[in-house]
């Protein structure tokens, strides 16, 4: 499985962006597609995860400004950030999990998302 991410960019604080991450190869049926961002000086945190049923979850910081959502037919994960913030800079990387137990991952390459103030 390969993920290929696309969208970040430069934004000034309140406006939005649009990310995606396609995944090529055979995926099982059951797994989770989310997306992870890192700042400078800091760990990688989940932002937001969506179950192959399509529930999803999302960190305490963007809940009500992200929202999560896939592309069954396309294999392809969507991040749209709304009211975006200084805070929100990183770099934005997708991730897959799968297998009974989501043993097995990939990972996107990673899109910058700059926010000025």
């Known amino acids: 499985v390969q993920l290929q991410a696309s969208g970040g960019g430069l934004v000034q604080a309140g406006g939005s962006l649009r990310l995606s991450c396609a995944s090529s190869?055979?995926?099982?049926?059951?797994?989770?597609m989310g997306w992870y961002r890192q700042a400078p000086g800091k760990q990688r945190e989940l932002v937001a995860a969506?179950?192959?049923?399509?529930?999803?979850d999302y960190a305490d910081s963007v809940k009500g400004r992200f929202a999560i959502s896939k592309d069954n037919a396309n294999n392809t994960v969507y991040l749209q950030m709304n009211s975006l913030k200084p805070e929100d800079t990183a770099v934005y990387y997708c991730n897959h999990q799968w297998g009974p137990y989501l043993e097995y991952e990939a990972w996107g390459q990673g899109t910058l998302v700059t926010v000025s103030s």
């Open positions: 190869g055979s995926i099982p049926s059951f797994n989770v």
């Open positions: 969506i179950t192959s049923g399509g529930s999803p």
